[in-house]
């Protein structure tokens, strides 16, 4: 709109002139030419062009105008403008030798090659010279679209004249680079340059043969100067940003490469110049965006895709860093980087045995990738893929690099290979000081629970290099653990001389203190930690186990909720909140700082702190989709597998399960847990053949686990194979002795039939564990309801001396005492557990048949009732209600219940026809 008014308005001046001065029909076509090479002769381009438009609207015959304008177009590198006036210029009779000449350059930087063979096949010049020019010219076209031999044959007729001219010279050089002749060819156009310095088709083709030849900065200037003399031709200025690039001069040549983005968005060329100077600045997020840009746009160049994979990579997107780069790999030496960093994205991505492929490829005889290949092996050793990461480390180790020995012997130590340490300890004959193998041989020694050998290699290591703070602090912990207080102060002292901000020795300073009682020291000391680095969730723990003792909690969260309002943008200060809100108590509070995070804040951490605290709550819906959210960030972490199982179990939703069961284990492959749970859900969907099918290929050893056993038991007990459930349950029991696995093994028992073996295992059990076995106690007195009704008796009674609002156990009572017709006592126990547990109908029939007994029938018929209508297919209790119905004198109604009651049970049957004689 601001275009057309400026011109509107120009308009109108120009009509406003012609009025006020003359008729603008007293200027002629000749003279407004004359004003144009008035210009020109002043160098000024674009007040020539403006005349020479002025003389063709004039007399819009004119020749001379029109071949000026075009000779202008052509020269500043508006080819397409230039071939539409040469054209008019020829049409209004203007010498064709003149113009064919000129007309065939703008269809050669067209590309225009039918136009082109059309214009010379058609020429009817006479002038040799002329056609050696128009054949030299097409043969650059021809060439240009990679009809060689076409070209050389056109070139040939073009030089039967025997007169050399500039595009001749052009042709012929051209061809002698197309045959590998590099130099002859620059040493033509250059000659060429001398005697033609003004034209930008020599500066271009000069261009073209540096950059053939490598010369790149000398290809920079002979581009400049084809710009320069045709600062209209855009895809000059490209060749001049590729050529700057090629040279390293990225500052300079992101201003052209600016320029020609301005011109077009979208332009692929352009945007992956821009990519490739901004990474080479590294300005990695604009060189994503303008990689992106490109590859979005329909560019295939393997470098983009590169600079887009590994721009991602950097950023955390490992999946879209991981599809470049797929692309990339396959034309790319065996050294090159990008395939180290693609078996990297393979790996976090989960595609561990596309990670293990790729390495079989890597050439073992270059040191970066034996390297690269040794410290894989340890991040397959971390996810338990304890066999692949041993043969990778022994192919790394074959080179006998000290580092890949040093991972070799790490590795066999993550895989419970004692010939680690042999490994570790021949490094450390050599290196005594190493800080890797003497941790890797302490810490082994330590987790296996041997002080004594974890204390020695500290000790030797102290010996070569006494000033290690490592060294110091591992001695520090191990004297911690030895509960020499003194000692250890001494180390931890002598670590924070030397590194005053170790915070590993300042926590273990205000840990003594506790441990010599002295809890608000240290207290005041974990805050003051805090207080220098509050998003230190290691120190938070420490404080508020303090607080907790001091009583001093509210203290904590108010510190730390202070510091999270300090630092809102903290994702870590907000981590460490929620885990404190969660620890004590907050735990809606807890979720609503996770759930407050943006999309770009959540990670593994946050999503597995979801998990807990929606599962603390019973939300478990809401913990399988974070869960299923830590999975999609976290693929490497068997924890978020076995959660997503297990949740999946909690929401009955076992084909989701069964699913990331399947790719945890063909992921963790060492780990046979993620099998067995499978089967564990398999189970639970009534699935047992195919339960059966994964506990049978289960290889021996794993068939002894405990909770191997429990699955085998849990599929016997289905098929109600009761013996076969008793014979596993026993395994179990002498495999994992506990409280539970004797509870199983009872209950096993009583299903098949041998309640005395159960009462007698169970108090054998209750005398091994003492007080901590009473919960086994009440299944006892259960066993004992019939069969020993005194012992039974007593057992509750000391249930519920111990737990008196245990309604299983007072309901039971108060059956044996009305059994021993101890009305008294048994209504107290019923009463009690009626009141616990109203709603319960054993407990409705148990009070009101109690009440009934001891006389107090109208009191009875309530409970009996709630019962039997809670309960109708319940033999028993539909016996009681008729009773108390008879003795309330509802006869009628009696005997309509009595209709419909069809027991099996002798002492049932008796007791119905009782009751039928009764209502007559």
């Not at 002043?42 to 609207?57: F, H, P, R, V």
Request: proline share 3%; aromatic share 8%.
């Amino acid at each position: 709109m601001i275009n057309t008014f400026v011109r509107n308005l120009g308009r109108i001046a120009f009509v406003a002139i012609c009025f006020s001065v003359t008729s603008c029909s007293d200027i002629s076509s000749e003279e407004y030419t004359d004003r144009a090479l008035s210009s020109l002769a002043d160098n000024d381009q674009n007040a020539a062009i403006i005349n020479l438009k002025n003389a063709i609207q004039a007399d819009s015959k004119a020749m001379e105008p029109r071949k000026l304008l075009a000779d202008i177009y052509l020269q500043r590198g508006d080819f397409s403008s230039a071939e539409k006036e040469f054209n008019r210029a020829i049409r209004n009779g203007a010498e064709r030798d003149i113009i064919e000449p000129l007309l065939a350059r703008a269809l050669l930087r067209m590309n225009d090659l039918e136009a082109l063979t059309q214009l010379v096949d058609n020429s009817r010049t006479n002038s040799p010279e002329v056609m050696t020019e128009l054949l030299s010219i097409k043969s650059l076209s021809l060439l240009q679209n990679g009809k060689v031999d076409e070209a050389e044959y056109t070139l040939e007729l073009a030089t039967e004249s025997g007169i050399d001219t500039l595009y001749s010279s052009l042709s012929q050089a051209s061809i002698e680079a197309e045959n590998e002749q590099l130099d002859s060819a620059i040493s033509i156009v250059t000659d060429m340059a001398s005697l033609h310095p003004e034209n930008s088709d020599v500066w271009l083709l000069l261009g073209h043969l540096n950059t053939a030849a490598n010369q790149h900065v000398t290809a920079v200037e002979s581009y400049k100067k084809a710009v320069e003399l045709s600062p209209d031709a855009v895809h000059y200025t490209l060749f001049l940003a590729q050529a700057m690039v090629r040279a390293e001069k990225y500052q300079e040549a992101d201003k052209y490469v600016s320029y020609l983005l301005q011109l077009s968005s979208s332009h692929v060329l352009a945007n992956e110049l821009k990519a490739a100077i901004q990474y080479n600045l590294k300005n990695f997020d604009e060189a994503k965006k303008h990689a992106e840009l490109a590859i979005n746009n329909g560019s295939q160049n393997l470098s983009v895709y590169l600079i887009a994979g590994v721009t991602s990579y950097s950023n955390g997107q490992i999946e879209q860093a991981n599809n470049y780069f797929t692309k990339v790999v396959p034309f790319v030496p065996n050294d090159h980087f990008v395939k180290r960093m693609y078996v990297s994205t393979q790996f976090k991505l989960g595609q561990i045995d596309g990670a293990l492929k790729t390495l079989e490829g890597f050439d073992l005889s270059s040191e970066v990738n034996s390297d690269f290949i040794s410290a894989m092996s340890v991040e397959f050793a971390k996810i338990g893929r304890n066999s692949d990461a041993l043969e990778l480390a022994e192919k790394a180790s074959s080179l006998s690099s000290n580092s890949n020995d040093l991972r070799l012997g790490l590795v066999k130590l993550a895989n419970n290979d004692t010939s680690g340490i042999d490994n570790l300890q021949q490094i450390l004959s050599v290196d005594p000081a190493l800080p890797e193998a003497n941790l890797g041989l302490a810490y082994y020694h330590l987790k296996q629970g041997n002080n004594e050998a974890a204390e020695q290699v500290v000790d030797d290591w102290l010996e070569a290099t006494p000033e290690d703070i490592n060294a110091i602090l591992i001695k520090g912990l191990i004297t911690l653990k030895q509960k020499d207080y003194d000692n250890a102060k001494l180390l931890f002292s002598q670590v924070l001389s030397t590194d005053p901000g170790n915070v590993s020795a300042a926590i273990a300073l205000a840990q003594i203190e506790a441990a010599e009682g002295d809890t608000q020291s240290a207290f005041d000391k974990t805050l003051s930690l805090a207080e220098q680095t509050p998003d230190n969730f290691v120190i938070a723990k420490h404080l508020f186990k303090y607080a907790a003792e001091l009583d001093q909690v509210d203290q904590a969260l108010k510190f730390y909720q202070t510091k999270t309002d300090q630092s809102p943008e903290n994702v870590n200060m907000k981590l460490v909140l929620a885990r404190a809100y969660g620890a004590t108590g907050g735990m809606d509070k807890a979720i609503s700082i996770i759930n407050g995070l943006t999309p770009s804040q959540q990670s593994a951490q946050s999503w597995g702190l979801l998990v807990l605290f929606h599962q603390n709550q019973k939300s478990y819906r809401k913990a399988l989709q974070a869960s299923e959210k830590w999975l999609e960030v976290d693929r490497l972490n068997p924890q978020a597998y076995i959660k997503t199982i297990q949740l999946s179990e909690l929401t009955k939703n076992y084909s989701k399960g069964i699913k990331v069961a399947d790719e945890a284990q063909a992921l963790f492959s060492d780990q046979p847990g993620f099998n067995l749970m499978k089967a564990g859900l398999l189970i639970h969907d009534n699935r047992l053949a195919s339960s059966q099918k994964i506990l049978n290929d289960q290889p021996d050893e794993i068939k002894k686990t405990p909770y191997f056993l429990r699955l085998q038991a849990k599929i016997y007990q289905n098929n109600k194979q009761y013996s076969k459930v008793v014979e596993v349950q026993e395994s179990r029991y002498r495999a994992q002795q506990n409280l539970q696995t004797a509870k199983d093994l009872a209950d096993a028992y009583v299903a098949n039939n041998q309640a005395d073996k159960a009462a007698s295992f169970l108090k054998s059990v209750i005398e091994q564990y003492g007080e901590a076995a009473q919960p086994l106690s009440l299944m006892l007195a259960q066993l004992q309801l019939d069969s020993k009704p005194d012992e039974a008796i007593a057992r509750y009674e000391a249930i519920i001396q111990r737990e008196p609002n245990n309604v299983i156990a007072l309901n039971n009572v108060a059956w044996l005492y009305l059994e021993k017709q101890n009305y008294t006592q048994a209504c107290q126990s019923a009463e009690k557990a009626y009141e616990l547990a109203k709603t319960l109908p054993e407990v409705q029939d148990t009070y009101g048949f109690c009440l009934l007994k001891s006389g107090k029938t109208e009191q009875s018929l309530q409970p009996l009732k709630m019962a039997y209508e809670n309960r109708k297919t319940n033999i028993e209790i539909s016996l009681h209600y008729v009773e108390s119905l008879i003795e309330n004198d509802k006869h009628i109604e009696a005997k309509s219940i009595l209709k419909g009651i069809a027991p099996s049970e002798p002492h049932h049957i008796e007791l119905k026809d009782k009751l039928q004689q009764l209502t007559q």
